[in-house]
């Protein structure tokens, strides 16, 4: 099982960017697929999730800005980030869970003007 996740770089503050996430050697259709992001200094931390019915859920710190959705057919989770802000500024992982926790390589998003 692979994730292999792309997009990201420097943004702007208020600006927005797209990451994708292409998943390979799993039954992508019936998996739940989360994204997760790591500050510098901090703890890995959950920012949304996309259950296999598209059942959305996000934290409170990234709720009406980010938006996760999925594409079965290209088998990619995407996690579309607007309102972006300098605390966003993270390494961006995907993950999802087949037989073991599976996590992505990382995307970094910088945002700074």
């Known amino acids: 099982v692979q994730l292999q996740a792309s997009g990201g770089g420097l943004v702007q503050p208020g600006g927005s960017t797209r990451l994708s996430c292409a998943a390979s050697?799993?039954?992508?259709?019936?998996?739940?697929m989360k994204w997760y992001r790591q500050a510098p200094g901090n703890q890995r931390e959950w920012v949304a999730d996309?259950?296999?019915?598209?059942?959305?859920n996000y934290s409170d710190s990234v709720e009406g800005r980010f938006t996760i959705s999925r594409d079965n057919a290209r088998r990619t989770v995407y996690l579309q980030m607007n309102s972006l802000q300098p605390e966003d500024t993270a390494v961006y992982y995907c993950?999802?869970?087949?037989?073991?926790?599976?996590w992505g390589r990382g995307t970094l998003v910088t945002v700074s003007s």
């Open positions: 996309i259950a296999s019915s598209g059942r959305t």
């Open positions: 050697g799993m039954n992508f259709g019936i998996s739940a």
């Open positions: 993950n999802t869970y087949w037989r073991k926790q599976v």
